[in-house]
């Protein structure tokens, strides 16, 4: 039988926003009795903010992610350090810095360069003075759309990222993992956009990704040039019969 994504709070695994906020309000009652203290804003998200995180238009893989970060349950080296475990908390990627949520997403010399690389400076800036992760997660959640899909997608990469380093993989640069953000924000936007509209799927086969078969991996190639310029780009970027990224490269061109 094969493996199915299933919510662990139904009893049908069928997931809801109302099953969230009962879950958050269940963590909030602990933390309370359990004398955790917790920001106003931070302890938990609103029932827009859940709402605004699950109608992004965007894989459920990465909602989940940011639903795992606002809870403060992804693995990181301290939190993994807080519930017993012996272990080295530097950072997985500096080797300097204690690894936190503040400090991986948002501080990290790499990850700084990549928000630079994005245009997103500023918004990396409103971030760093939230107090918590699920205080990160929401102010996230007020901002403008592109933005949303933008910082999301570029966490859920660079958790990805992390998590290959951690397995001795070869780290990718600022200009891959900018690239590759780009290009999966890019893509949500074609394929909503194509189902936003009521003229047949078969007017818009031409221009969606389609996955190749199984154990098969496709390899799409984009670049741009500008005269004026006299500059351009390039990238690439390898996926399997699932979407996922396996091997991605992008540079300038003088």
Known sequence: MDDV????EDKRGLFSVKSAYRVQLEVQRRNSSSGIATSSRGAIMGE???KSLWNLKCPGKIKHFCWRLAHNSLALRLNLQGRGMDI????????????????LFLHCKQIREVWLA??????REILCGTRSAAEMVSECMHMEEHKK????????NWWNERNRRREGEKGRSVAELAFITTSQVHGFASVNARMSHSEPATRHRA????PPERNVIKL???????PRRKTGSWGFMFRDFEGEVIAAAAGNMP
């Open 5 to 8: 994504p299933a919510w662990n």
């Open 48 to 50: 827009r903010e859940w």
């Open 88 to 103: 080295d908390t530097r950072c997985v990627v500096c080797s300097y810095q204690v690894e936190d949520g503040s400090h």
């Open 118 to 123: 994005l245009g997103i400076e500023k918004e």
């Open 149 to 156: 899909l933008v910082i999301i997608t570029l966490l859920w």
């Open 207 to 210: 221009g969606r990704w389609t």
């Open 220 to 226: 799409n190639i984009d670049g741009a040039f500008c």
